[in-house]
């Protein structure tokens, strides 16, 4: 009886151990699609910065960002886990996804808020830099 004891506890660490990895690993595959959002977003930037030599004063309707259905959400949406800003400097942007919490935003929110971030520079010294929060690392 006292074996069956010790293996019932132990099955029941390693299932709390399994279940907590499981869920930073489904948690890591959300921001995928953050980082196609993202990918989007620097597109428009891109375009915007062939056009005029500059993304300042850049707004978010400039990167396709806005509340309007169609449009990448400014705020948490039902279809989405995350929602998106970004700002112009003279020669790039950055782009910032934050998971949406609670009942916000596609079902499950997230318990604590987490960024996915892209700093473009399309000058001269053209570079992508991402920044994740450690949920997504």
Avoid: H
Avoid at 68 to 97: H, M, Q, V
Avoid at 106 to 127: D, F, K
């Amino acid at each position: 009886l006292l074996e069956l004891i010790v293996v019932i506890i132990i099955l029941g660490i390693l299932a709390t151990l399994g279940m907590q990895q499981y869920f930073r690993v489904v948690e890591k595959s959300r921001s995928a699609e953050a980082k196609q959002v993202i990918g989007q977003i620097r597109e428009a930037g891109a375009a915007r910065y062939t056009e005029t030599n500059t993304l300042t004063g850049a707004v978010a309707a400039d990167f396709g960002i806005g509340a309007s259905t169609g449009l990448i959400p400014s705020a948490c949406r039902s279809s989405n886990y995350f929602s998106y800003t970004a700002a112009g400097t003279a020669t790039g942007l950055t782009a910032t996804a934050t998971r949406c919490m609670g009942t916000n935003g596609r079902t499950p929110g997230y318990s604590s808020a987490a960024t996915v971030r892209l700093t473009v520079e399309l000058g001269s010294a053209a570079s992508d830099t991402w920044a994740y929060d450690a949920a997504y690392q």
